[in-house]
């Protein structure tokens, strides 16, 4: 295993490593991002009419959360995890 690296994200096929600091969600905020997303999806299954497809929407914040890295706070240069640039404990 490559250090600083996690065990699920080494390619095989490129022998690449994604690592930690590629990440910039800390798990508070995976796990809020997991919720908020679960509940905006349960509306494109529960709700009926125009909103319907509006609970789509939270394919977002679950795929953010999956990945542990958000394309807004990249731009914005966000790191919500602790201890790392752009952190709350900088």
Avoid: K, Q
């Avoid at 910039?24 to 999806?41: A, E, F, K």
């Amino acid at each position: 295993m490559l250090a600083g690296c996690r065990c699920d994200s080494i390619n095989r096929h490129h022998r690449r490593c994604v690592a930690d600091n590629d990440m910039n969600l800390s798990t508070t905020d995976r796990l809020l991002r997991l919720i908020l997303g679960g509940l905006l999806l349960s509306g494109f299954f529960l709700v009926h009419g125009g909103l319907h497809w509006a609970g789509l929407l939270g394919l977002v914040p679950l795929a953010t959360a999956s990945l542990g890295w958000c394309p807004v706070y990249e731009v914005l240069g966000l790191d919500t995890r602790m201890g790392h640039e752009g952190g709350p404990h900088e």
